[in-house]
């Protein structure tokens, strides 16, 4: 699939940046909490499971509100990322309606998810009820 990011999320969040509305999604105090708790494997092992069910068939139920707004952290990501429908997805990804996404582009939209979530809790200070479990996550992207 073309995508306009190059598979790189740092990229596309900087094209995303630009954008008035996708800069407005910030994870909420409830959400924040959700994070702490869970954990990132959990919250992305979710949001794995959103975009399979959710995203991923070429023409999926409900397609344009089968995001809610509020409730989990990967919903929130998932507007921020423009990775909520598949109209969003075509736009700010590039990944064609009416064709069912693979693995390849379902790791692809966790990977934005991914980094957008470990920015997050770093704007929050997030204090992680495993802190250890979560240093290597913050070291890896320490680079970027």
């Known amino acids: 699939m073309n995508d306009p990011a190059g598979n790189d999320p740092n990229m ?19 959400e924040l909490s959700y994070l702490s708790e869970k954990g990132m494997d959990a919250v992305l092992a979710h949001a794995a499971e959103f975009i399979k069910a959710r995203l991923a068939p070429a023409l999926p139920a409900r397609d344009g509100r089968q995001t809610p707004l ?20 075509k736009k700010w990804h590039g990944y064609e309606k009416g064709i069912a996404l693979g693995e390849d ?3 692809n939209i966790l990977a934005v998810l991914h980094v957008w979530l470990v ?6 200070n997030l204090e992680w009820r495993d802190a250890a ?4 996550l913050f070291q890896e992207f320490s680079s970027q």
């Open 133 to 136: 479990a979560q240093s290597e």
């Open 119 to 124: 920015a997050e809790a770093r704007r929050a």
């Open 105 to 107: 582009e379902r790791n």
């Open 12 to 30: 596309l969040l900087e094209r995303l940046a630009k954008s008035r509305f996708r800069a407005s999604f910030h994870l909420g105090r409830y």
């Open 70 to 89: 509020k409730g989990h952290p990967a919903f929130i990501a998932q507007h921020a990322t423009g990775a909520c429908c598949r109209s969003c997805l």
